[in-house]
């Protein structure tokens, strides 16, 4: 079992930026492929990018060239680094561990981008 406690929402100015961090625990996070989704009002959760065990990363079109997905396994754990934020990136931002059939949630963070 692995327990994600994800930290580093607030409200920001657009053009600013945010790092959110994805701390684990219970289990070795290193063996788990880590994901970063969010939630707006009204809508759909979608998925903003993805980081492999070995490091591979993979990002949702809107946010590519803006967010940087990374990991530090010796920590155990996961960042999502935003740039150049806009208004549209307001969400409920969660994190997500994965390994075979197991899937594990955060409980979110609150990210909004208004001037």
């Known amino acids: 079992q692995v327990q994600l406690v994800e930290s580093g929402g607030g409200l920001v100015q657009p053009g600013g930026s945010l790092r959110l961090s994805c701390a684990a625990s219970?289990?070795?996070?290193?063996?788990?492929?880590g994901y970063w989704y969010r939630q707006a009002p009204g809508k759909q959760r979608e998925l903003v990018a993805s980081i492999t065990n070995g490091g591979y990363t993979n990002y949702a079109d809107s946010v590519k060239g803006r967010f940087t997905i990374s990991r530090d396994n010796a920590k155990n754990t996961m960042y999502l680094q935003m740039n150049s934020l806009k208004p549209e990136d307001t969400a409920v931002y969660y994190c997500r561990a994965v390994r075979f059939t197991s899937g594990y949630w955060g409980q979110g963070t609150q990210v909004t981008v208004s001037s």
């Open positions: 219970g289990s070795i996070f290193s063996t788990y492929v």
